[in-house]
Nanobody, 115 residues
């Protein structure tokens, strides 16, 4: 059973920073892709950043230059460093993992950017 557990969300002022973490546990088969989505109230769940194994990292245009995806394989952890946060970044952030066996989601972590 693969599990993804996010943390690091919270309330931050505009221009501030947060780092989200996603710890992956369980029996992990060959990974194809992993990254982060976000969903604001009343909106669809949109891709923020993704990393394809054997490929590169892609970012949504709205976050380029401000958000950075990274991973620590020794800790089975995926990170999303978020700088220069804006009110429109407010959303629930979900990490995801795609392997040869399926597509997995975390439970989400709330990020609120407000003065």
């Amino acid at each position: 059973q693969v599990q993804l557990l996010e943390s690091g969300g919270g309330l931050v002022q505009p221009g501030g920073s947060l780092r989200l973490s996603c710890v992956v546990s369980g029996s992990i088969a060959s990974i194809n892709n992993m990254g982060w989505y976000r969903q604001a109230p009343g909106m669809s769940r949109d891709l923020v950043a993704s990393h394809a194994w054997g490929g590169g990292t892609q970012y949504a245009d709205s976050v380029k230059g401000r958000l950075t995806l990274s991973r620590d394989d020794a800790k089975n952890t995926l990170y999303l460093q978020m700088n220069s946060l804006k009110p429109e970044d407010t959303a629930v952030y979900y990490c995801y993992l795609v392997t040869v066996r399926g597509h997995y989601w975390g439970q989400g972590t709330q990020v609120t950017v407000s003065a």
